[in-house]
């Protein structure tokens, strides 16, 4: 028997496409249950996020933040993107404040 894992597909402000696989996805609500009701909204985070930031972990991961005052009184949904070829989506989180790495990009 064949599973065949689904890929979603998200258009970033970088003009590069970020897919999350089922796998990432199963981790996202695993880990962070708390974004699991606003999960529809990284399709913003990746296409209009406030800041752009380099991990100080790894530079060949973004780190998008966007925030919204309707998350529990105010949040930034932060999206983690690896950027080594293909580009897809590690994980994704609820966060008080912008955390990590330099601005990679600014509008």
Known sequence: VRITLINMRFKTNLGKIAELTSERKS???LFHP??????D??????LDPDEVRVSRSDPRVL????YFDII???KYI?????TNGRWFILTSYLT??????EIYEKR
């Open 27 to 29: 981790h996202i609500f």
């Open 34 to 39: 708390d974004l699991k009701p606003y999960f």
């Open 41 to 46: 909204l990284i399709k913003a985070v990746l």
């Open 63 to 66: 780190l998008f933040y966007k």
């Open 72 to 74: 529990l009184g105010g």
């Open 78 to 82: 932060a999206v983690t993107v690896k």
């Open 96 to 101: 008080n404040r912008i955390l990590s790495g």
